[in-house]
């Protein structure tokens, strides 16, 4: 897996889905299993196993820019890597999930947001998300047989820092598998009196079926960026699994760090790297009301003809 670029699918639904049925469908954490043996080059054979939700450590880099609109916001890259399943709140040893110890999986996303309350990039101040586009990756590396030092070939996560300007990058070997993707519906990011920051999103989930195909809900539509069926081998039940995710990126305090690179008073330079966020990512579906699913068909549609479009571009 090389820097991770932005070219996700915008999700026809995004636009029009009713922000209630999403919130109504966040109040408990439903069970999902996992394959681990889905993964190539596992040590040891795994069986299914169940978890509530995935917890981790994540890093972005936000850029100050100004949308067409004059509307301030910050936009950036990031990774959020998954350090542990987690089971009714009880952390499920990598021996019987496979995580951090067979192999490496993780996110990498972009997003951009805008101001919606207080004073730009400073404290006490909140943003709307208007995009957030992910991947989530699996690195079949067998991280157990490493030696201490690891070889270059191995996924390596870089820490964003505001001095000097470093971005949040994912860097390593062309063996990671895509296993599927997610484009926002809706979100919020905030930071608090204490330079300490959280976000939280309600995104999409599709999960890659095959190679140059992909399934949400049950459908499986064209995808080019999908090169195997891992994600549906991984990601076992329910069938048809989730269709969304529901995340929370949160920063302690004082760990926020900003840089002002521009004249006094100038913002449009200013950069800000988050670091150290505890991460924890929850599946669900949508509420199955019938304006719902029409907008699901929507979106699935659209996933058909952007697919075709860019397999028409290529």
């Known amino acids: 897996?090389?820097?991770?670029?932005?070219?996700?699918?915008?999700?026809?639904?995004?636009?029009?889905?009713?922000?209630?049925?999403?919130?109504?469908?966040?109040?408990?954490?439903?069970?999902?299993?996992?394959?681990?043996?889905?993964?190539?080059?596992?040590?040891?054979?795994?069986?299914?196993?169940?978890?509530?939700?995935?917890?981790?450590?994540?890093?972005?880099?936000?850029?100050?820019?100004?949308?067409?609109?004059?509307?301030?916001?910050?936009?950036?890259?990031?990774?959020?890597?998954?350090?542990?399943?987690?089971?009714?709140?009880?952390?499920?040893?990598?021996?019987?999930?496979?995580?951090?110890?067979d192999y490496k999986l993780y996110l990498t996303y972009y997003l951009e947001?805008?101001?919606?309350?207080?004073?730009?990039?400073?404290?006490?101040?909140?943003?709307?998300?208007?995009?957030?586009?992910?991947?989530?990756?699996?690195?079949?590396?067998?991280?157990?047989?490493?030696?201490?030092?690891?070889?270059?070939?191995?996924?390596?996560?870089?820490?964003?820092?505001?001095?000097?300007?470093a971005e949040a990058l994912v860097t390593g070997n062309a063996e990671d598998i895509l296993l599927g993707y997610g484009n926002l519906l809706i979100g919020t990011v905030n930071i608090n009196s204490e330079w300490g920051a959280a976000l939280n999103a309600v995104n999409t989930l599709v999960l890659c079926s095959g190679n140059g195909f992909a399934t949400v809900h049950g459908v499986t539509f064209p995808e080019s960026s999908c090169t195997a069926d891992t994600g549906v081998q991984y990601f076992t039940q329910p069938v048809p699994f989730f269709d969304l995710t529901f995340s929370g990126f949160n920063n302690a305090a004082r760990t926020l760090t900003k840089n002002e690179m521009g004249t006094p008073g100038d913002t449009s330079d200013d950069v800000i790297a988050v670091k150290d966020a505890v991460s924890v990512i929850i599946f669900n579906n949508m509420v199955p009301e019938p304006g719902s699913m029409a907008l699901l068909g929507i979106a699935l549609a659209g996933f058909g003809v952007s697919s075709r479009r860019n397999k028409k571009t290529k």
């Open 1 to 101: 897996m090389k820097v991770f670029m932005h070219n996700a699918v915008t999700v026809a639904m995004a636009t029009g889905f009713v922000f209630a049925s999403v919130v109504g469908s966040a109040n408990a954490a439903p069970a999902f299993t996992i394959n681990p043996s889905a993964i190539p080059s596992n040590s040891q054979p795994y069986v299914p196993i169940q978890a509530t939700n995935f917890s981790g450590t994540s890093s972005e880099l936000l850029h100050a820019y100004t949308t067409a609109g004059g509307a301030q916001g910050f936009k950036g890259t990031g990774w959020a890597q998954i350090t542990s399943a987690v089971n009714d709140a009880t952390p499920l040893d990598s021996s019987f999930t496979g995580i951090n110890y």
């Open 113 to 165: 947001n805008v101001l919606t309350s207080g004073t730009y990039g400073d404290v006490n101040s909140t943003y709307a998300m208007t995009k957030l586009d992910y991947k989530i990756w699996a690195d079949p590396e067998t991280i157990h047989a490493l030696p201490a030092s690891q070889p270059a070939s191995a996924t390596k996560f870089t820490t964003a820092t505001a001095t000097p300007v």
